[in-house]
C-alpha cells in the first residue's frame, strides 16, 4: 500500500510536480528545512536596496538640509531635490561628454581623461529622462545592483555561500561604496562590467567574456588591468585543468586552442578608445597625460610615486581633515596590498595580478592616494578574501560592518552637500 504523503519520486516525473511534492513535504514536516533567504539570487539585492534607501537618505539630507560647498550652489533644477546630491564633482564632465562631445586643451584639465564607456551608456538612455544627471543616477544604480549580484554569483565559484554572502555585504557599506548607489561617476558600471566577464570566463563563456571585456576595459584606466588579466586567467584555467606545475607550465600560451580566441575581444575596448585619442587628438595615450594638467598635477615622476604631497601635508597640517581623508585612503592601499597573497592562494595568480593592477594605479598613480578608496571597489578577490576572515571572526563581523556602514554614511552626507571626499 502506498503513503500519498511519499517523497518517492520518479524519473520521469514532470519538474512542476516534483518542486509541488517538496512544497508540500515541507509545510507537513517541520523537520524539513526552508532554504535560507542568502541562498537565493535575490539576496545581494535585498542587502543592496536596504543599504541603497540609507544612502539615499543620506545624501538627500547633505543636499537638502546642510550648507553647500561653494562649487555646488543649491540648484532648483528638474529632480535636484532627490537627484541633485548625486550630481558632484566628475559628473559636470560627464554631463559635458554627453552633451558636447571629448575635448582636449594643452595644459588644461580636460575631458579627455574621462573614459568612454559610462558616457556612452548614460548618452544611450538619456532620451529616457528629464536630465543627463538623472540618467547617470539611473545607471550607476542598474550597475552597482548588478555589481552585487555578479559578485555573489562568482565567489559562489570558488567560496562557500556564507562567504559569498558576507562579501557582498561588505562591498555594500565599504565606506567609500556610496558611488554604487546613483553617484554620477563611473565606478558602478566599471565594477559590473569587471566581475561579469571574470565570472563568464569561470563558466566557459568566452565570447560573452570578451563582449562584455570590452565594456569594462575602455570604462576605467583600469582595463588595460583587465584585458591583460582576463587573457591570463583563460591561460591558466587551461593549463591547470592539464596538471600544470610551476609558473612557466601555468602560463604557457601554446595551450590555448581557436576556441579561446574571443577573450581577446576584450581588448577591443581600450584599443577603441586609444584608436579614438590618436585619430582626434594625435595622441593614443592622451588620457595619461593628461592627468599632469595643472589642476590634477599627477604626472608620473618620483614626487607621485613617492607621495612628496602628502608627506608636506603629514609634516605641517597633520591634523586637517584633507590630510586624516589621505592617510585613510592610503590604509585602504596597503590593506589591500596585505590581502594579496590570499588572493593568491585562493583564486590564483591572475586574479592576483588583476588586484595588484588596480592597487598599483593609486599607489603610483596618485601623489597623495586620494580617490584609492573609490577606485579599489573593483578589487572583488580582496573583498572576498577580506568577507572570509570575517566570516572565521563572527565577532569582529558583527563590528566591522554596521562601524563600515555609519562611516560611508557619514561620507555621503558630506558628498550630498558637495565635500570633495574620494
Not at 561628454?97 to 575635448?103: F, K, L, P, Q, W
Not at 559562489?156 to 557599506?173: D, G, Q, Y
Not at 565606506?175 to 558600471?189: F, N
Not at 566591522?400 to 562611516?407: A, E, M, N, T
Request: hydrophobic share 50%; aromatic share 16%; net charge positive.
Amino acid at each position: 500500500m502506498t503513503d500519498s504523503s511519499s517523497t518517492t519520486l520518479t524519473p520521469t516525473e514532470p519538474a512542476k510536480a516534483r518542486a509541488l511534492t517538496r512544497l508540500r513535504d515541507r509545510k507537513s514536516d517541520p523537520s524539513i528545512e526552508r532554504q535560507p533567504w542568502t541562498d537565493h539570487w535575490w539576496s545581494p539585492l535585498v542587502i543592496f536596496v536596504s543599504v541603497g534607501v540609507l544612502v539615499w537618505i543620506a545624501i538627500w539630507f547633505g543636499n537638502n538640509h546642510l550648507a553647500h560647498d561653494s562649487f555646488f550652489p543649491y540648484r532648483e533644477a528638474v529632480g535636484d531635490t532627490w537627484f541633485g546630491g548625486f550630481a558632484r564633482w566628475d559628473a559636470e564632465w560627464y554631463r559635458t561628454i554627453v552633451r558636447e562631445g571629448y575635448v582636449y586643451y594643452p595644459g588644461v584639465q580636460s575631458s579627455v581623461a574621462f573614459w568612454p564607456t559610462y558616457p556612452i551608456v548614460v548618452s544611450l538612455f538619456s532620451w529616457a529622462f528629464p536630465s543627463i544627471y538623472i540618467t547617470g543616477t539611473f545607471v550607476t544604480v542598474c550597475g552597482g545592483a548588478t555589481a552585487v549580484v555578479l559578485l555573489r554569483n562568482w565567489a559562489k565559484v570558488f567560496v562557500p555561500n556564507s562567504v559569498a554572502i558576507t562579501a557582498v555585504a561588505l562591498l555594500c557599506v565599504f565606506p567609500y561604496s556610496w558611488y554604487l548607489y546613483g553617484v554620477v561617476y563611473s565606478d558602478a558600471l566599471f565594477v559590473a562590467t569587471a566581475i561579469g566577464a571574470f565570472y563568464l570566463v569561470e563558466r566557459d563563456r568566452y565570447f560573452w567574456a570578451g563582449m562584455v571585456g570590452i565594456m569594462a576595459t575602455a570604462g576605467r584606466p583600469a582595463g588595460l588591468v583587465v584585458a591583460f588579466a582576463l587573457v591570463l586567467r583563460v591561460i591558466e584555467r587551461r593549463n591547470l585543468a592539464k596538471g600544470a606545475k610551476g609558473l612557466r607550465e601555468l602560463f604557457n600560451p601554446r595551450t590555448l586552442t581557436r576556441s579561446d580566441a574571443p577573450i581577446f575581444l576584450s581588448w577591443l575596448g581600450v584599443g577603441a578608445w586609444c584608436a579614438f585619442l590618436w585619430v582626434k587628438f594625435g595622441d593614443p595615450l592622451l588620457f595619461a597625460s593628461i592627468e599632469a594638467s595643472k589642476g590634477w598635477d599627477q604626472g608620473a615622476g618620483p614626487s607621485t610615486w613617492l607621495k612628496f604631497r602628502l608627506i608636506e601635508e603629514l609634516q605641517h597640517r597633520p591634523f586637517e581633515w584633507s590630510t586624516i581623508g589621505h592617510v585613510a585612503h592610503g590604509l585602504v592601499v596597503f590593506g589591500a596590498l596585505f590581502l594579496l597573497p590570499r588572493v593568491k592562494k585562493r583564486f590564483g595568480w591572475a586574479y592576483t595580478v588583476y588586484a595588484l593592477g588596480l592597487i598599483a594605479l593609486p599607489l603610483l598613480g596618485t601623489k597623495d592616494f586620494f580617490g584609492a578608496g573609490r577606485y579599489l571597489l573593483g578589487t572583488f578577490p580582496c573583498i572576498v578574501i577580506a568577507a572570509e576572515l570575517l566570516v572565521a571572526r563572527p565577532k569582529l563581523r558583527a563590528v566591522i560592518l554596521p562601524v563600515s556602514l555609519l562611516v560611508m554614511l557619514a561620507f555621503a552626507v558630506g558628498f550630498g552637500r558637495g565635500s570633495y571626499i574620494s
